[in-house]
């Protein structure tokens, strides 16, 4: 009798799992042309029909998301959300911009969403979404060009300070960290230090995050051309490399993918079928490199990571070679169901 009940326990057990549904462990659930077309920006013909690099975020404190972009023309937009899903016709915020990813931070603390330039130059926000040119030149001062940049409280005081990654890989063409000096409203910068890239290409995006668990914001850069750079920060905003990855990360990204509480990397690269691959962090901040898993083989020219339908795990959007809508993917990473 005992064995009976044993064996009907089970074979219900089995019964409810199979009902349930629930994914195999490390299934990836693919999803194409999810998403609904939405309000356009910008122009059908001309500069603005053609809009790169959009920073996302909240510019004036309406609790809708803005965008700024630059256009095919150098000009730096801002495009405001009017909360109906719409947006207005955009304001010029500046003309010569650069093509490259922006970076948004309250730089000046009070309490709105400034933002730095690929020029080398930030732009402080009087809370409407409204933007003036901080001094009267870049704050980057380094030889070779900045590729692209990050706002952090880097040293720990409390006000967010500016990573400018160069483009560069000679000798002296030195990344710089520039610490906030200032007080709320009236920030100030002062160069805190920096490093070549000789030993690694800098071809790419920077993501900034405590990859070691000792309560600072550390440095990942990636590489289109191979090898993207670790660095840890000591606490002061003085930052040292730890670690070469040795794969093509054109777009870096740092995310805890396996919910054990520290970050993990992303490399998203479009050459030689390199895709979206994941390296994990072994917990002290160093990561598996070459990354092993390949969330999967797209011809990439971007990703991000967010948890696109709310059920508490990250998942990736692919932005594919063509950038048709036909060409991206949503991958969900669905957690295993582990029954003890």
């Given at each position: 009798m005992a064995k009976f009940t044993k064996l009907l326990i089970a074979f219900l057990f089995i019964w409810l799992l199979a009902s349930m549904d629930i994914p195999s462990f490390g299934q990836l659930n693919a999803q194409t042309n999810s998403f609904t077309a939405g309000a356009c920006i910008g122009a059908s013909s001309g500069s603005?029909?053609?809009?790169?690099?959009?920073?996302?975020?909240?510019?004036?404190?309406?609790?809708?998301?803005?965008?700024?972009?630059?256009?095919?023309?150098?000009?730096?937009?801002?495009?405001?959300?009017?909360?109906?899903?719409?947006?207005?016709?955009?304001?010029?915020?500046?003309?010569?911009?650069?093509?490259?990813?922006?970076?948004?931070?309250?730089?000046?603390?009070?309490?709105?969403?400034?933002?730095?330039?690929?020029?080398?130059?930030?732009?402080?926000?009087?809370?409407?979404?409204?933007?003036?040119?901080?001094?009267?030149?870049?704050?980057?001062?380094?030889?070779?060009?900045?590729?692209?940049?990050?706002?952090?409280?880097?040293n720990g005081d409390g006000k967010q300070d500016i990573f400018f990654l160069n483009s560069s890989s000679n000798a002296g063409d030195d990344n710089q960290v520039w610490v906030n000096t200032g007080t709320m409203g009236n920030p100030s910068f002062a160069l805190q230090n920096g490093w070549d890239n000789q030993a690694i290409g800098p071809r790419g995006t920077v993501s900034v995050g405590d990859i070691d668990g000792d309560n600072d914001i550390d440095i990942i850069n990636g590489n289109s051309s191979w090898n993207g750079g670790v660095y840890k920060n000591d606490g002061n905003g003085n930052f040292s490399q730890s670690q070469t990855i040795s794969v093509y990360s054109g777009t870096a990204i740092l995310k805890d993918w396996d919910g054990d509480n520290d970050l993990d990397f992303f490399a998203c690269d479009r050459y030689n079928n390199s895709g979206v691959r994941l390296g994990k962090n072994d917990g002290t901040g160093t990561f598996e490199t070459p990354p092993s898993i390949l969330i999967f083989p797209l011809l990439a020219f971007g990703s991000e990571i967010a948890d696109l339908n709310n059920d508490g795990t990250p998942d990736v959007l692919d932005f594919g070679r063509t950038g048709k809508p036909s060409a991206s993917r949503i991958r969900q990473r669905v957690r295993p169901y582990c029954p003890i």
């Open positions: 603005l029909s053609r809009l790169y690099y959009p920073l996302v975020e909240d510019f004036n404190g309406d609790n809708y998301d803005d965008i700024i972009v630059i256009d095919e023309g150098s000009v730096v937009w801002i495009y405001k959300n009017d909360g109906m899903g719409g947006f207005d016709a955009g304001t010029q915020i500046f003309t010569g911009g650069v093509y490259g990813s922006m970076s948004a931070g309250d730089l000046d603390g009070d309490g709105d969403l400034d933002f730095v330039h690929r020029n080398g130059k930030a732009y402080l926000n009087d809370g409407t979404g409204v933007f003036t040119q901080y001094g009267s030149g870049p704050i980057f001062t380094g030889t070779g060009n900045v590729v692209s940049t990050a706002i952090a409280d880097f």
